[in-house]
Structure formats: structure tokens, C-alpha cells
């Protein structure tokens, strides 16, 4: 293990995975048995990579482990608030659809996003990088939205949606073409791994499987008739 980049700064590795890593431990014989847990508690919980830097000559340390460690879960957010704004949007849509994505699979959430999709009949697209999110041969299962390149169908029904419904999708570059898509991507809801965004309100605080499971729960109640649904998914 390299200690450093040859100049005698340590800290240099922590540093240069801050940015994709959700903490940083740098461990020492006194404080081990604090930031060890500390950093595996908070992959647990946020699902996200940590990195800890164990230089050579602690790791042969011994130390005295004063309690076994236990994961300790932090308390669910509420997210009663938001099922019932997503409620409204939903009961006032004419033309709604979810775009799915890659967390669907990174959470193995495949089931429940086809239970709420069957109680709800909302017609589905998958981006590319999403590719197996959503089951294909569900009857609201519509295609791959690219974006500009994507099938008229499914091009013109997602642009044209007054309701999109975001589930763990990320709408990069490479997966709408170039950001061709021609919704106003302020007025998508945003269900993502710590995001929750819907027009003005954003909570970076919500954990997606949990907020999934909560979602699918509700029972969605929504007064409108999906008449163009068979239309819209038709292959």
C-alpha cells in the first residue's frame, strides 16, 4: 500500500475519493474502533462506497474491541407529505407516465415497481441504461425512451406527458441523446437513491427502497381512466 505520492503527504488517497464516496476514515490504533463502524454504519444506510485508510503499520496493531459492532438503522423520513403530493399530480394527469432506470436494478426492486404499475396502469418507459428495470412483456410496458432518437410512439407520448413520474432513473446525456427530450424537466418528480424533487420541494434525505416499499403501499386511489393506454404501449 502506498502511504503517499512520494512527497510525504499522507491524506492524499482520503482526498481523492471524497468526492465519489459518501465518508472517509483515517484509522489509527485510538480511534479504530470508533470510525471503523462509524464508515461501515454509513455504507449500510446510505448504499453508497466509503474509503478507509489503513496504513500498513496499524493494520498489524492490536487493539482491545470494547463491544461487538451492530448496525444501527437511522430513522425512516417521513414521506407521507410527498406520496400525497404525488397523489394530487397524478389524480389531475391525463397523460402520465413513469421513466425507469438503472437503481431499479442496482435495489432489486423489480417487483414492487410492477406492483404499483399494476395498480396505478401508468404506461412505462425504460431508459437505456435502465434496461431490465421494468418487466417487457407487462401490457403498460412501452419501450426505451432515447430521448430524439427513441420511436415516434413512445417519443411523442413522453414529451407530450403532463405527469412524468421519475423512478430511479438519472436523465444523463448519453441516455436522452444529447438531453433532447422536449418535457420541462422541472416539472418531472424526481424518485431517486436520497432524492425526492417535486416542483419547489427537494429532500436529499430519503432512502429510495424504503421510500419504494412506502409508495407501493399506499394504494394509489386515482380518479382519472387510462382509455389510451393500450394505444400508448401498443408494439
Known sequence: MHHSLGEGNFDDYRKMYEPITTTQAYITEDNAQLEIPRVINAALTESRPVHIHLPIDVAAKEIEVKEDYHYKMSKPADVS???DMVQAKLNSAERPVIITGHEINSFGLHELLEQFVNQTGIPVAQLSLGKGAFNEESPYYMGIYDGSIAEERIKYYVDHSDAILNIGAKLTDSATAGFSYQFDIDDVIMLNHRNFKMNETRDDNVAFTR?????????????????????????
Do not use: E, P
Open 81 to 83: 407529505q410527498y406520496i
Open 211 to 235: 421510500f419504494i416499499n412506502r409508495f407501493t403501499a399506499h394504494r394509489f386511489s386515482l380518479q382519472w381512466r387510462l382509455s389510451y393506454v393500450q394505444k400508448a404501449c401498443a408494439k
